[in-house]
């Protein structure tokens, strides 16, 4: 641990040394980050995450996951209610899902346990990210952007299928809500809107964040072909690596899989900011990085076979 956070310092220096030499050009990569998560992140989340928060105030939720329940506990084995936490965050993407799966923890609603099988599937990008911003505006085809769409969510339902056994092996109480459940007669609309505005926020301030970061890791980068390093980079932050990966790779099938497998993974930069949303499961990092990892790899996986069976 301390040998670890000796080389995260060094790098810390390193960045902030950069920063200092090259001031103009952290500049403009922390500007042409606040963009991204402006025009593609903030327009779609923040409505979603308000919305969701008042459907969970007015008890809509629990009555409309209802019907969901025997799917549910068939292939996850979790709660009817997950059921709306996948399908909002299918909707709405990266980091919403995990915000309302630590929601429903926060409220008692469900487990540490089912809490963390939730994150396996629970955790997905959205299509006007996928078929908008990649599909029709990356790669130039609304058929590209579906297919990476179709396989990143059938990749998220076989994902969830592979964690439905998955326990914290400690003591997996719901939570004592009995002063929130008081309080919950009443909608506070003031209090939705500014925990979900300092959410999007700080979304916004980790994207950013990394916008810089790829931008001081750049000579490392530049070390490996355009193909790996385009890569790379989506490992880091998606946005920034899938529009390299549709400038780089001429063949769209390939485009088409190398975007599947960054947009399912994530990228550090949507894992932070799922486990700053999560912070309250005390979930532990590695085990998100491994499950965001096997939805990475079956996703690809089923992109690949659909790939070959349309081009």
Known sequence: MKK???????????????????????INQTLNGI???AF??????????????????????????????????????????????FLTSII????????????????GKISKSEAFRMTSFCSTSGPMFIIGAVGIGMLNSAISGYIIFIAHILGSIINGILYRKLDTKSNDKKLSIKSQEIKSKSIDFSSIIIDSVLSILSVGAIIALFFVIITSLSPLFSLFPSS??????????????????SSIFQSEKIAIIACTFVISFGGLSSIIQSMTMLNNLKMPIWLFVIQKLSH???????????????F
């Not at 969701?52 to 105030?57: A, C, F, R, V």
């Not at 709405?92 to 409220?107: E, F, Q």
């Open 228 to 245: 790996v390093s385009s890569i790379l980079e989506g490992f880091i932050e998606i946005t920034k690596g899938c529009i390299d990966i």
């Open 296 to 310: 990475a790899f079956i996703s690809t996986l089923i992109a690949f076979v659909i790939t070959l069976l349309i």
């Open 35 to 37: 963009t991204a998560w």
């Open 40 to 85: 593609n992140v903030l327009p779609s989340i923040l409505p979603f995450i308000i919305f969701t928060k008042l459907l969970s105030s007015l008890g809509t939720v629990d009555k409309l996951s209802k019907i969901f329940s025997k799917p549910c506990k068939l292939l996850f084995n979790t709660p009817s209610i997950s059921s709306f936490a």
């Open 92 to 107: 709405s993407g990266y980091p919403v899902g995990a915000k309302i799966t630590a929601d429903l923890y926060a409220n």
């Open 4 to 26: 670890l956070n000796i080389i995260l310092s060094i790098f810390i220096f390193y960045i902030i040394l950069n920063m200092i030499i090259f001031p103009d050009l952290y």
